[in-house]
């Protein structure tokens, strides 16, 4: 099986431990992870900003560069639930304007092969015990594209349930958005930052030192607020838990 | 839609506010937490909910996709039943036949039930204009209105006002409009209920003329349906002699048998009761009992327009249970005054831009309401995807694009203010496009990394006010695997 890394440009410019964890832990399962270097972004932002027509070219590219594997494997539930969900109705708005059925032709082969990394560990690769150990007490918050849109489901809490030494509890309001959303966070900066503290805060009551999400971009901002209202939590990747060993502990 | 909301700002500037008035945000946080646990048991204990949302979705699409039929056969209906239809273009046109047929009674006033589309028309204070008094009659509408506010929900419209607000409001204003509150009046609810009970009482057996909204409209047998739980709706529909029934084109369902899907759907989506405690349902007039007469004005203002967007015209099936407002995160935060309109919430983000057109500030602003979590489409008994609607009039405001205006294609120029996200968004595909490009900017910026500010200058300063920037590090991802081959050739 041909499986590609698709980090997304976030991971590539400012999380690249997630994408080093990610290849670590594939790599202790076995598995032979490719990291195709023409990999840009799926076009999520210029999508859900309402600049459609300019994430066209950049779902092609993206069909382009990783539809030679057999499973792309994304550590990210929002963008992969661009390609999952969005690349589709892309295709279909663009048979709707008279374009014919080109883009979505183009854009079909990845969308079944697109996993998003608890998918592929839980389903694909069928484990939920991947050897892990993580001595910390962590609360998971489930970020909202995995959660509604991909419907990941309990993966992300069966996996971190199984990592020796790691004690996870419930976070309050888990299935309450941080407030990232994109440029969302940027255009109500207000009520983004509102959203955004009243998560830490529920973060806090939990008496966690770690709070644990599969998307960075959501991390970025709880993480970005947790340190402006100085918690003292750290937010961590569940990829880089998962890559923590005995051996080999993540910092 | 209605005056009221003219010139309102957009929703970031009108949301600021809300989210610095500690009361509002405490009220409106225990209203929404506390409903939103309600239905969510409500809804857990039908083993079939999946069906009936996937039923009420094609009933409603069923019915949109031949409303010109449904609508013609439902006026046949009514007028066969004793009543009379009027079509309304507009909110003007709506609100001169009704001010009208109130003007023909020879009556100066009249009772109202809580009615979405009258105030999506702003009806009573074209009535006012006309000299007519119109008296709220639903508990929280008679609270907005004693209060001279506004609506903030569409279910709960005095969500915002918390029970020593409501006491204030009845012990001041109720004198003014009738009879006074009780003194001594105290902030119980049963208290407040009472008082609110005798003054509504003096005006139901006064009213000859009745004006209501309907959540439903029978095309097979011309009745008309209103879903309430106080009681108020059925007084305002049995006492007066003149009922006028001001309904949205889209209320209408073909079939008697369809209500058994939306009266098991809307009243656990809205108020988490089993069974909705009073459902009113009339077919034109009887000569024993009720009004003697019944008009029906059937509103467009912006529907068929709706109807016409291939992606938007999904809002059209709204039933108006407000199981989206109370699961929302944004408008927990931002209170439903933010919205400038009627209908607030993740659906009047899509519905008002819709109905109205974004040219206006507000109207523009509404699709950003949203981080697009997804909470709204999840719990619509009809699902409506809201943030596939978001996105899809983000692009119109955006862009610009084809839009039905009063029947006639347009072309929208994009709105104002977004020249220099388009030249963004298009520099960032043109560099996504190229692996180069992008790797080229992610070393400069590793490379000046000590050099980053603390807090961003332009729109990044809407991040950096509130949230530290993650550090850049020290090489980019892409740089690291080739350096190593994803660690296989460590050091090389």
């Known amino acids: 099986m041909r499986v590609a890394l698709f980090l997304t440009c976030v991971n590539d410019t400012l999380y690249p431990d997630t994408g080093k964890a990610v290849v670590k832990l594939l790599t202790r399962l076995g598995v032979d992870v490719d990291f195709p270097m023409a990999q840009t972004c799926c076009g999520q932002a210029h999508y859900n900003t309402g600049y459609r027509h300019e994430a066209e070219p950049l779902a092609r590219h993206f069909a382009e560069v990783f539809g030679e594997y057999d499973a792309i494997v994304t550590p990210s539930g929002s963008c992969g639930a661009m390609v999952r969900e969005l690349y589709p109705r892309m295709g279909e708005r663009a048979r709707a304007e008279g374009r014919g059925g080109a883009l979505a032709d183009v854009l079909a082969p990845v969308v079944p092969k697109t996993y998003e990394l608890t998918e592929f560990l839980v389903d694909v690769l069928g484990v939920t015990d991947v050897g892990a150990y993580y001595p910390h007490k962590v609360t998971y918050h489930p970020t909202c594209h995995g959660l509604r849109g991909l419907g990941l489901g309990e993966r992300p809490r069966r996996l971190l349930a199984a990592v020796k030494g790691l004690e996870l509890v419930e976070l309050p309001g888990a299935e309450e958005c941080c407030g990232f959303g994109g440029t969302f966070a940027l255009k109500n900066a207000d009520v983004s930052a509102a959203m955004g503290a009243d998560k830490v805060r529920n973060a806090e009551s939990t008496g966690a030192e770690v709070l644990c999400a599969a998307d960075n971009s959501c991390l970025m901002h709880i993480g970005g607020t947790m340190a402006r209202l100085r918690t003292g939590m750290r937010p961590v990747h569940l990829a880089e838990i998962l890559a923590s060993t005995e051996e080999e502990p993540a910092v | ?492």
């Open chain 2, 1 to 492: 839609m209605s005056g009221t909301f003219v010139g309102m700002p957009a929703f970031p500037k009108a949301a600021h506010e809300a989210v610095g008035n500690a009361t509002l945000r405490g009220n409106l946080r225990h209203a929404t937490h506390t409903i939103r646990a309600k239905r969510a048991r409500a809804v857990a204990e039908v083993p079939d909910w999946a069906e009936l949302r996937e039923a009420g979705k094609r009933i409603k699409d069923h019915t949109l996709r031949h409303l010109d039929r449904y609508l013609v056969q439902l006026e046949e209906s009514v007028t066969a039943a004793g009543g009379t239809v009027h079509w309304a273009a507009d909110a003007d046109e709506a609100n001169r036949i009704v001010a009208d047929l109130v003007k023909a009674t020879g009556e100066r006033e009249v009772v109202k039930v809580k009615s979405m589309a009258t105030q999506e028309i702003g009806l009573n204070e074209a009535l006012e204009a006309e000299g007519i008094r119109a008296y709220e009659t639903d508990l929280a509408e008679l609270i907005v209105q004693l209060g001279k506010d506004r609506p903030s929900h569409i279910l709960v419209p005095a969500i915002h006002r918390n029970r020593g607000e409501i006491r204030d409001i009845f012990a001041r204003k109720m004198g003014a409009w009738g009879r006074p509150a009780p003194e001594g009046l105290t902030d119980t609810p049963a208290e407040l209920a009472e008082a609110a009970r005798l003054h509504l009482r003096e005006k139901f057996l006064r009213a000859k003329v009745g004006i209501s909204g309907a959540n439903f409209m029978v095309a097979e047998t011309g009745t008309l349906v209103v879903v309430e739980s106080e009681g108020n709706g059925r007084m305002c529909l049995t006492l007066p002699e003149t009922l006028i029934s001001v309904v949205g084109i889209e209320k209408v369902v073909p079939t008697w048998r369809d209500l058994e899907v939306f009266l098991q759907t809307l009243p656990r989506s809205s108020t988490a009761e089993r069974m909705n405690p009073y459902t009113s349902t009339w077919t034109g007039t009887t000569s024993e009992d009720g009004p003697r007469e019944f008009h029906l004005v059937l509103l467009d203002n912006g529907r068929t327009d709706t109807l016409a967007d291939e992606v938007g015209r999904q809002a059209l099936r709204c039933i108006r249970c407000s199981a989206c407002l109370n699961v929302c995160p944004v408008y927990e935060r931002a209170g439903g005054h933010a919205y400038g309109s009627v209908y607030p919430g993740p659906i009047g983000a899509i519905l008002s831009p819709q109905l109205r057109g974004t040219q206006s500030e507000i109207d523009a602003s509404l699709p950003y309401a949203s981080s697009l979590c997804g909470a709204c489409y999840e719990v619509c008994p009809v699902a409506i995807d809201i943030p596939e609607v978001l996105v899809h009039l983000r692009e119109r405001v955006a862009q610009g694009g084809e839009v039905t205006r009063d029947g006639n294609k347009v072309v929208l120029k994009p709105a104002k203010g977004h020249a220099a996200e388009r030249a963004a968004m298009r520099a960032a595909r043109w560099a996504f496009a190229r692996p180069g490009a992008l790797r080229a900017g992610q070393r400069l910026a590793s490379r000046t990394r000590r050099l980053h500010p603390r807090s961003l200058p332009g729109p990044g300063r809407a991040w950096s006010e509130a949230r530290e920037m993650p550090p850049v590090p020290a090489e980019p991802f892409r740089d690291w695997w080739q350096r190593t081959r994803g660690g296989t050739e460590e050091g090389k």
